[in-house]
């Protein structure tokens, strides 16, 4: 079953990280309006259909490709590793080319005492599950031991960060929506 226009624009937008009235406000047209196509309310013309997926980076012709075309297994060798990774933290896209989807997938390796960069603000909720070792969840003011087994899961509104406080190596299987990374 394919999806409707409005389902897809909506994913689209949201894996562009914008909002309707910055998406409305890029392809000239009103908030209100974006808001029914995105409940499949109304429909587009061709014209106004391809001035919203310009603003989303997306070819008219991708657009209507059926999701049974998409890729659905990704083998470890395929993992992409992230520009801003070192030899003490490691962020591993697991799912590469994640901006046409709702989440993001990575697999982050930490060196015992290392801390991931601190994250402001932003949309989305995170979700992550300890693979191993033991790290302090740093949520605004609020500090969390997470050890191996056990998850966790925010709204990113909150400043984040995550430190190694184990002896070993800490992984985290880590799930961000909508993608930023």
Not at 25 to 49: C, F, V
Not at 72 to 97: A, C, H, N, Q
Not at 153 to 158: D, E, H, I, L, V
């Amino acid at each position: 079953m394919s999806l409707k226009i409005g389902e897809k624009l909506r994913r689209l937008r949201l894996a562009n990280n914008l909002t309707m009235e910055e998406l409305a406000n890029r392809a000239y047209l009103t908030k209100g309006y974006i808001s029914q196509l995105e409940r499949d309310l109304t429909s587009p013309s061709i014209i106004t259909l391809k001035d919203i997926l310009d603003v989303l980076g997306e070819e008219l012709a991708n657009f209507f490709k059926e999701a049974s075309q998409e890729k659905e297994f990704y083998p470890k060798s395929g993992r992409v590793i992230t520009s801003d990774s070192t030899d003490t933290l490691r962020v591993e896209l697991l799912v590469p080319g994640a901006q046409n989807r709702l989440m993001d997938p990575v697999l982050v390796t930490l060196s015992p005492g290392e801390k991931t960069w601190e994250e402001v603000s932003h949309e989305g909720e995170e979700f992550g599950f300890v693979l191993s070792g033991t790290i302090l969840l740093h949520l605004d003011k609020a500090r969390y031991n997470v050890r191996k087994g056990d998850c966790f899961y925010f709204k990113a509104s909150k400043v984040h960060c995550v430190e190694n406080i184990g002896k070993g190596v800490a992984k985290i299987l880590w799930v961000v929506s909508p993608p930023i990374f």
